[in-house]
């Protein structure tokens, strides 16, 4: 007999609540011990430049400086989440060739470590680094011509990763088409703007590990770099999160990690270090500024029987997770539709600007913006509703997607699609209806409605190792009295600990008061994967859930207490063909539609967003308040992403490294409604029916603003973000102007 779900559905309150609204909740700047120093980088003075040599002696002299570490004290002088091709410290001497070049200004060249703050950050200061310049280049279709400055020997034109898609016959698909549209679409960088900068702290445990608290995405990964760098075995470091406020993609790679623990490593004492919003800003990635040129073919019933797209995306001056994200844009490119023919040319490429990394979406929200604008310019070329349209080319159950292979089952996105035009401004009798927009009185305000839809993967794609570790302890003798869940998963801010234990507790068959939580330790867990690509309810509650079974048997075999550990592996997936693009990507996905009401100040440009319908099929909402939370959350992120967010960089400098003029929403930049509506078609695969939500939201929402803006004004805004001087200059080249 099955149990009814107890705690799954519910809108339990998170764990954390109290502590959070209270200021308790510890973050890992809030940490101190017995005898700490303090650590401070000094970073590079150059985006391109061999270091010749680094004279730390008056550093070192300075009064309180305990310690002072350049290139050559580094065991392993590497780092990189998916590529080990950054120096931890760059500078001569060092273990790895070529270290002793900065390619950016983000590159550490070296760290103090000192008895305050203050003197770390004068030592600084005081180190004199002698820079032989080399050329640099900063523009993302320059470093591919031949002759343009080299940043990595093994990676010629600069380009870091080139995928291609070849589906079909390009020749007879455009033969086919009735109506052509084509565009050009370019998308800015991002910061990922996290409460509490980079921070944390560094000491020897009791057992003699190094130590490090501190915010991230993925404690074993953190262990495994730091580790790595350090020459340690895995076990001889230990990593803990303490509360993080917020992620995003921002925290995957390292900032702070290693530093604190070749620090500590050399010292033998507790070190601390906390970044200023400056330097978060200045010193770790960003989302991708990527350009898509595009164009699309359609019969005049509007079936898509073309796409062809080039996607360029600027990696900065190392991969990060620049080859996965472009991966995704790739796949992204063609949006949730079905098409015969699909060519497509996608590159990462290498520049002397600040490295590009994850940020929720992870390069589907690029894509999007060129998806979605096209398919509105089509529905406008056709003359049809964009809803239809995109109902009659929608992937569905069965679909193949651009690579040539049939979509994992369980594709709503079709009813997604219907579900977001009813619950918005659509009506559905002869056809698909749009309501008509009420326009102000002040005829330099027009309203307008948009409409995007989008996907986006559950899990890591195309073959990257995905699985998911959780234990369950059950304690009690003739009844199960407690229970304790371990599961290495970071809670980021998004309440993941909290939907962990619901889903344990109905695993079990307990209330969730007899749950107990533990995690955010290396010494505690095994690894869970990180806390990225909406995975986490999706793994970890397959792998509670598997782990519980377990713990269950051994119970009834009488074992007390009864415990189980689990691994949980989810289809695999596979790598694109290097000619063709033919791969099986992903294993899940969740699937959204977005309508929006925009008002466009046609005299100063100023886009402001009013309403916004966000549907989103999200399997089972576990936590139904978590899941709006996350909607709320990522159509405001997107929101600045489409409309404010203008982060500046000029050779590689950032200008505008401050919150005073990186703009992001505040409480009056967001829209007077923001409608949630959670549908709920069950993942097969997914722990009780639950697929990933996290990123989806963010997806559509920038296309959905830029044709509400069409509608609004008859002008398409093709670049991001959709800032008041760009719009405006827009606006008057198309004659639309002060009345
Ligand atoms: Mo996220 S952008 O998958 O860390």
């Given at each position: 007999m099955v149990e009814p779900l107890k705690a799954v559905g519910q809108s339990i309150r998170r764990f954390d609540a109290t502590s959070k609204v209270t200021g308790e909740a510890l973050y890992p700047g809030d940490f101190n011990m017995d005898g700490q120093l303090w650590l401070k980088i000094r970073f590079s003075d150059r985006a391109h430049a061999r270091i010749r040599s680094i004279d730390t002696s008056a550093a070192e002299a300075l009064p309180g400086v305990v310690h002072v570490i350049t290139a050559k004290d580094v065991p392993v002088n590497e780092y990189g989440l998916v590529t080990k091709d950054q120096p931890v410290l760059c500078g001569p001497g060092s273990t790895i060739s070529d270290a002793d070049v900065v390619r950016c200004y983000m590159d550490n060249v070296a760290l103090v470590v000192a008895e305050t703050e203050a003197i770390a950050a004068e030592a600084a200061k005081l180190i004199q680094i002698d820079y032989e310049d080399l050329p640099a280049v900063f523009d993302m279709e320059a470093a591919m011509l031949e002759g343009a400055p080299q940043l990595h020997e093994d990676k010629p034109n600069n380009i870091e990763i080139h995928y291609r898609i070849r589906k079909g016959d390009m020749a007879a698909g455009w033969a086919q088409a009735d109506v052509v549209v084509e565009g050009e679409y370019s998308t800015g960088y991002q910061e990922h703007a996290y409460l509490q900068p980079e921070a944390g702290l560094s000491y020897i445990d009791e057992q003699g590990r190094v130590t490090v608290i501190v915010a991230g995405q993925w404690t074993h990964e953190d262990q495994y770099l730091i580790a790595h760098a350090l020459n340690l075995p895995e076990d001889q470091v230990r990593v803990i999160y303490p509360a993080i406020g917020g992620a995003f993609g921002g925290r995957e790679d390292m900032s702070v990690q290693i530093v604190l623990a070749l620090a500590t490593h050399y010292v033998r004492r507790p070190v601390k270090t906390i970044w200023s919003r400056e330097d978060s800003i200045k010193y770790h990635h960003k989302r991708h500024p990527v350009t898509v040129q595009a164009k699309w073919g359609a019969t005049r019933e509007g079936k898509l029987v073309a796409m062809e797209a080039r996607i360029v995306g600027d990696a900065g001056a190392y991969n990060y997770t620049s080859s996965k994200v472009l991966a995704n844009a790739n796949l992204m490119a063609t949006g949730p539709y079905e098409c015969e023919n699909v060519h497509t040319d996608t590159y990462a490429v290498l520049t002397n600007n600040i490295p590009t990394g994850a940020f929720r979406g992870f390069g589907a929200p690029q894509a999007c913006l060129a998806a979605e604008g096209l398919m509105n310019r089509l529905a406008e070329a056709l003359n049809m509703d964009p809803v239809e349209l995109r109902l009659r080319n929608s992937i569905r159950e069965g679909s193949f997607l651009s690579v040539g292979t049939p979509l994992p089952p369980g594709v709503s996105m079709p009813q997604v699609i219907e579900r977001g035009a009813l619950e918005s401004y659509w009506t559905h009798?002869?056809?698909?209806?749009?309501?008509?927009?009420?326009?102000?009185?002040?005829?330099?305000?027009?309203?307008?409605?948009?409409?995007?839809?989008?996907?986006?993967?559950?899990?890591?794609?195309?073959?990257?190792?995905?699985?998911?570790?959780?234990?369950?302890?059950?304690?009690?003798?003739?009844?199960?009295?407690?229970?304790?869940?371990?599961?290495?998963?970071?809670d980021v801010g998004q309440g993941t600990h909290t939907v962990m234990v619901q889903m344990a507790a109905d695993a079990v068959g307990v209330p969730i008061e007899c749950v107990k939580f533990i995690g955010h330790d290396t010494a505690e867990t095994m690894t869970a994967g990180s806390a990225s690509a909406s995975r986490l309810t999706f793994m970890s509650g397959n792998a509670i859930c598997g782990a519980a079974a377990e713990a269950l048997e051994a119970w009834r075999r009488e074992e007390r207490p009864a415990k189980a550990t689990y691994?949980?592996?989810?289809?695999?997936?596979?790598?694109?063909?290097?000619?063709?693009?033919?791969?099986?990507?992903?294993?899940?996905?969740?699937?959204?539609?977005?309508?929006?009401?925009?008002?466009?100040?046609?005299?100063?440009?100023?886009?402001?967003?009013?309403?916004?319908?966000?549907?989103?099929?999200?399997?089972?909402?576990?936590?139904?308040?978590?899941v709006q939370g996350q909607i709320?959350?990522?159509?405001?992120?997107?929101?600045?992403?489409?409309?404010?967010?203008?982060?500046?960089?000029?050779?590689?400098?950032?200008?505008?490294?401050?919150?005073?003029?990186?703009?992001?929403?505040?409480?009056?930049?967001?829209?007077?409604?923001?409608?949630?509506?959670?549908?709920?078609?069950?993942?097969?695969?997914?722990?009780?029916?639950?697929?990933?939500?996290?990123?989806?939201?963010?997806?559509?929402?920038?296309p959905a603003i830029a044709a509400a803006v069409k509608d609004a004004t008859g002008v398409w805004i093709d670049d991001l973000p959709m800032i008041p001087d760009r719009v405006v200059k827009k606006l008057r080249e198309q004659g639309v102007g002060v009345l």
């Open positions: 009798a002869n056809g698909w209806q749009r309501q008509a927009v009420e326009q102000p009185e002040n005829p330099a305000l027009r309203r307008g409605i948009g409409f995007a839809c989008g996907f986006k993967n559950v899990g890591y794609s195309f073959g990257a190792p995905e699985q998911s570790w959780a234990t369950v302890e059950l304690y009690g003798n003739t009844e199960i009295e407690h229970v304790v869940v371990r599961h290495g998963g970071a691994r949980y592996r989810p289809p695999k997936t596979t790598p694109y063909d290097p000619m063709t693009g033919k791969s099986e990507p992903n294993f899940a996905y969740g699937y959204v539609a977005q309508a929006v009401e925009v008002e466009v100040d046609i005299e100063t440009g100023f886009v402001r967003v009013l309403r916004v319908v966000s549907t989103n099929d999200v399997g089972k909402a576990v936590n139904p308040q978590q709320e959350g990522a159509v405001i992120q997107a929101l600045g992403y489409a409309v404010m967010e203008h982060l500046i960089s000029v050779d590689g400098r950032i200008r505008n490294p401050y919150l005073s003029t990186y703009l992001i929403p505040t409480v009056l930049d967001i829209p007077i409604e923001v409608k949630s509506v959670v549908l709920e078609y069950a993942d097969p695969i997914g722990p009780f029916g639950a697929r990933g939500m996290a990123e989806m939201p963010f997806v559509p929402l920038a």
